[in-house]
């Protein structure tokens, strides 16, 4: 605790500080959990062009990046230092995971740089596509940062002082305090983790009872055990689910019907703000107070290493002051269930998988469907997946969320920006076997929509 006092009353007074002489900087993120790395910027529209403000709790050399991947293959990077001979600024990009290469086109133009009070930053600004085949084309929609320091001004490998995160920079909704604010933690307790490849645990647990209707607005996952948690998942269950247990997934009891995701993370994954206008219900007279939940959390333990005991879960953030929209999390893609035998060919340079949610079949289910408005969604695959894809197909086709470049270690919640307009038609998934769980606004009571592959020329001597 002492060691990290200093460094949070440094923050403060930076942040202060750089609200006040940053006034064409109105978006703000840290960039790590520590608050040890900040990224400011702002942007103009009608002249393409971004500025950003980098600071880092250092005074060595610093390097912020935009990647296609969340690592330096293929990144766009600038580094910077302050140094004793002068300062040190270039544009670069990452070929690997050695010394990013200095471009031959430098497009970032340099505003102003400095070091003071154990922190070193640079200002810099570019244009959002340069036409330079070595910089990344910034567009609407989540991007992947990348950063990187040292202790010294003499730039090399920077060990275990990097990070990625997604951050909309052309569509940011920055969060404004909550007020009414109080948070529910639903986790295990000091789970003796068995030393097998995959293993799924279920807590079937009720809430803590709200009297008052809360909306719940940022979710978080509490991780005890980095290395081997893989996903996390919060189920609430229909009401004939009557008792709790703590035990493994899928053993053919009740607890199995549990479905309406609540939450959501998975590896790499950061905390996740609803926006303003909607949050997720919790409580009230309109909830039973015997309603159950399911907490689901994967353990990927490939060396089956034994000795991992384990605590994490899943924190709620709620408020007792109601937003506009009751939002809920619609699951949708494609899952092979029970024995379809479901191989990727053996040899195959490319395998895509499709699954279709027919929302013209939702009209039997509940009556009025409303038009949905997506606002997030959490792609999710296994070690096979590449790109992930999902789009809506109506009177006119448009992509909901894409990642070309789908990392396994990097699963993160993110805000569309722009919320997407899905009239009860069709939503469709493809590229490999997974999932999306899409966040819209208004709920209705249609929880997943998942398809079966179609294995009819899938035979075995492909396998």
């Not at 060691?3 to 403060?12: D, F, G, I, N």
């Not at 949050?279 to 490939?302: A, K, M, W």
Request: glycine content about 8%.
């Amino acid at each position: 605790m002492s060691c990290r006092l200093p460094v949070l009353a440094l923050v403060l007074l930076w942040m202060q500080g750089a609200r006040a002489s940053d006034p064409d900087l109105p978006f703000i993120e840290y960039l790590d959990k520590n608050h040890l790395v900040c990224l400011k910027w702002g942007f103009n529209d009608e002249k393409e062009e971004i500025t950003f403000k980098f600071v880092v709790n250092t005074t060595g050399w610093i390097g912020f990046g935009l990647s296609p991947n969340g690592n330096m293959f293929g990144a766009d990077i600038v580094i910077g230092a302050v140094a004793p001979g002068g300062n040190h600024f270039t544009d670069r990009h990452g070929v690997g995971t050695v010394m990013p290469v200095i471009d031959e086109e430098q497009n970032c133009i340099l505003h102003s740089m400095g070091e003071s009070d154990g922190q070193t930053w640079m200002k810099f600004s570019r244009k959002f596509l340069t036409c330079d085949k070595d910089d990344y084309h910034i567009k609407a929609g989540p991007q992947k940062l990348i950063y990187a320091y040292g202790l010294t001004d003499m730039i090399g490998y920077h060990q275990a002082r990097r990070g990625t995160k997604t951050v909309n920079l052309l569509s940011y909704k920055p969060q404004n305090d909550v007020p009414d604010s109080t948070s529910i933690t639903v986790r295990v307790d000091n789970l003796v983790v068995p030393a097998i490849d995959t293993y799924y645990h279920c807590k079937i647990t009720k809430l803590p009872y709200l009297a008052q209707k809360h909306h719940i607005y940022k979710i978080e996952a509490v991780i005890d055990s980095y290395g081997i948690v893989h996903h996390i998942l919060l189920y609430k269950c229909p009401k004939f689910v009557t008792q709790g247990s703590d035990k493994a997934c899928f053993t053919g009891d009740v607890g199995d019907y549990c479905m309406e995701v609540v939450a959501a993370w998975a590896v790499g994954g950061t905390p996740f703000e609803l926006p303003e206008i909607a949050g997720i219900p919790v409580g009230g007279e309109d909830e039973d107070q015997d309603i159950f939940y399911r907490l689901e959390i994967h353990y990927n333990n490939p060396l089956e290493q034994t000795g991992w005991t384990d605590s994490s879960g899943i924190r709620l953030y709620t408020t007792a002051i109601l937003r506009q929209h009751d939002a809920a999390i619609l699951t949708t893609g494609i899952q092979p269930f029970g024995l379809i035998d479901y191989n990727i060919p053996k040899g195959a340079e490319h395998f895509r998988s499709y699954g279709m949610c027919n929302t013209s079949l939702f009209p039997q289910l509940i009556e009025n469907v409303p038009v949905l408005n997506v606002f997030g969604v959490m792609l999710h695959t296994h070690l096979a997946g590449r790109k992930v894809r999902v789009g809506h197909f109506g009177d006119k086709e448009q992509l909901l969320a894409v990642n070309e470049n789908y990392d396994f270690e990097m699963q993160e919640s993110v805000l569309l920006g722009e919320h997407k307009k899905i009239k009860p038609m069709g939503f469709s998934t493809s590229d490999e076997m997974c999932l999306a769980f899409l966040l819209y606004y208004p709920a209705i009571e249609v929880t997943s929509c998942l398809s079966n592959p179609n294995v009819t020329h899938l035979s075995n001597s492909f396998q």
